[in-house]
């Protein structure tokens, strides 16, 4: 399968795991799959889009989510520039530098989505911004790992 294909699939599951509801309490611990996805397009490369892929991608998520357009993209986008100015110095990094990082990422990411929500006067409770951080940290290896073996070709 091609390495583009295998992308649209990752985004489209992606997606689905990311509107798939979940309990009460487990819905404030979901990690942000889609920003993972991104992240992992740009540590590895696989597009000189990365910026707009994740724009397009939070797009998409504020789409099926059907609030404020935008939100979801700005805050991707942002989190994925700054990581491609990064990537130099990142491009050698071990898997724990990059646990940290989709956490840091994903903290970053979640306080400009908080602040949109707080400009548009949307509830949403700032002690919750930090769990998707821990979660998406926890799910970063398996995340890279599975996407490496898909995308990736073996060696012969």
């Known amino acids: 399968m091609s390495r583009n294909i295998t992308l649209a699939v990752a985004l489209a599951v992606f997606i689905m795991l990311q509107i798939f509801p979940l309990p009460g309490g487990a819905q404030a611990w979901r990690p942000d799959f889609v920003l993972l996805l991104a992240i992992y397009v740009t540590q590895r490369r696989l597009t000189a889009y990365a910026v707009e892929l994740a724009c397009l991608a939070g797009l998409l998520l504020d789409i099926v989510y059907g609030g404020i357009l935008g939100k979801h993209a700005i805050a991707f986008g942002l989190s994925i520039y700054l990581l491609r100015g990064l990537r130099t110095?990142?491009?050698?990094?071990?898997m724990y530098h990059d646990i940290m990082l989709a956490f840091l990422l994903t903290?970053?990411?979640?306080?400009?989505?908080?602040?949109?929500?707080?400009?548009?006067?949307e509830s949403m409770s700032?002690?919750?911004?930090?769990?998707?951080?821990?979660?998406?940290?926890?799910?970063w290896p398996l995340v890279s790992l599975t996407l490496d073996r898909l995308i990736t070709p073996p060696e012969v």
């Open 89 to 94: 110095r990142l491009q050698h990094s071990r």
């Open 107 to 121: 903290v970053l990411s979640q306080v400009l989505l908080y602040s949109v929500n707080t400009l548009t006067r």
């Open 126 to 139: 700032s002690a919750w911004i930090i769990y998707p951080a821990f979660t998406a940290a926890l799910f």
